[in-house]
Structures are given as C-alpha cells and as structure tokens.
C-alpha cells in the first residue's frame, strides 16, 4: 500500500492551491479516504473525508467553504482543492486511506508522507 | 469542535507499563467505538496502533492495548522499550459536524 502526496507549495494569502495523492497497492474505489494536516510543531488536526463513492463528504469546521475534496476512482487519485488561503492554513498535509472496508469511515489507517503547504506574504 | 485532551508528557523506564489517557466528551468519545491511537516518531508520518477502541492492526506488538470507560479512552503501553520513544495521538468518530477530532498528543519519553 502506497499513498503519494504532491502539489504542496509556498503561496501568498488569499490564493489558492491544489494538492493531489496518488495511491496504489489495494483496491482505492472500495475505501474512504482522509486529508490531516500538521502545523509546524504542531499535533494532528483531522481536514476533510470522502467515501469510496463520493456520496458523503465531511470538513472540519475550521476548513469549511474554503476547502474542497474529491476523488477519480478511475485515477486511483485522491484531491484537495484549497482556496482562499490563510497563514493558519501552514501545514504538512496528509493523505490517508481509512480502515473500513465497506467504503465507509472507520479509522485512519495508511498514511502518507505528506506534502508542505506554507502560506505567507 | 475541541480537540481531546491527553497528557502532554509521560515518561517509563524500560520494562514499565505506562498509560496514556484521552478524555472527550459523549459526542466522541463517550458515544462511538471508533477511538483510534497513532504513534508518530520525528520527522515521520503517523502510524495506527489501536483502532475500534481495542483493536491491534497486523504486525502491531501486543505491548499495545486499548480501552475505554465513559467519556475516557486509554493506551497502554507494557514492557517499555527506547524504540517507543515518539508521539502518540488519540483520535475518536465525532458527531458533531467535525467527522473526526484528535487529542492534543502526548509525548512518551524512556527514562
């Protein structure tokens, strides 16, 4: 099982971004799937989560309006799409694949390495 | 939504049990089985340890072990060893808008 996060970058507030995982190694359109972020020193703060068909998508309040995310089961790909960015918004960001295998969510099973997302002036 | 609150720092000597607790609330923890424990070493991405409060994933050391009373999870670690020296983090199903919510971490240190 891998996870592989890209698109992290350096960008002004207010701009936007996009992040991307690609995953390979079990079946990507049976399991819901994750973005945790970790600010610099920081703990673990949960983001936003999707089941394997898309039907149910939930955001932490704090990214709400602001984030977006989706997947391409035909892709195997996992994304974030990340708009009107604030410095709060500095992270590592993961992508995670969830436990259950019932497409639904469980718990956050294999993680990815992440990819940085800094925002400033 | 608030984060879980454990222990900032917890601290063992070799072949010592320690415990980490994660106290929510019953919108969290108290309410749902999925309480989940992950171990992060620096500079490295989290890893589960304990999953449906009790649960030990494949290739997890049995030294590991979870739990739950009320509004309070707990994990604990037995026959404590250097490698385990890292971060952990509860993590438990919310119902409030949140899905999620994570505790705020606590660091284990092997004396």
């Known amino acids: 099982v891998q996870l592989v996060e ?17 995953v390979s190694g ?15 020193g920081k703990g673990l703060e949960w983001v936003a989560g999707i089941s ?10 704090s990214v709400m309006g602001r984030l ?3 997947r391409d089961n035909a892709k195997r790909s996992l994304s974030l799409r990340m708009d009107s960015l604030k410095t ?3 992270a590592l960001y993961y992508c995670v694949k969830d436990g259950d295998v019932t497409g639904h969510f469980q718990f956050m ?13 | 939504q608030s984060a879980l609150t454990q222990p900032a720092s917890v601290s063992g000597s070799p072949g010592q049990s320690i415990t980490i607790s994660c106290t929510g609330t019953s919108s969290d923890v108290g309410g749902y089985k999925y309480v989940s424990w992950y171990q992060q070493h620096p500079g490295k991405a989290p890893k589960v340890m304990i999953y449906e409060v009790i649960n030990r994933p494949s290739g997890v050391s049995n030294r590991f072990s979870g739990s739950k009373s009320g509004n309070t999870a707990s994990l604990t670690i037995s026959g404590l060893q250097t490698e385990d020296e890292a971060d952990y ?13 994570f505790g705020t971490g606590t660091t284990v240190t092997v004396l």
Request: proline letters at 4%.
């Open chain 1, 6 to 22: 890209f698109g992290g970058a350096l960008v002004q507030p207010g701009r936007s971004l996009r992040l991307s995982c690609v």
């Open chain 1, 26 to 40: 079990f079946p990507f359109n049976n399991y819901a799937m994750h973005w945790v972020r970790q600010a610099p």
């Open chain 1, 52 to 61: 394997w068909n898309s039907n149910t998508i939930k955001y932490a309040d």
């Open chain 1, 68 to 70: 977006s995310i989706s």
């Open chain 1, 88 to 90: 709060d918004d500095t």
């Open chain 1, 109 to 121: 099973d294999v993680w990815g390495k992440g990819t940085t997302v800094t925002v400033s002036s």
């Open chain 2, 89 to 101: 983090y509860c993590s438990s199903y919310s119902g409030t808008s949140s899905l999620y919510v």
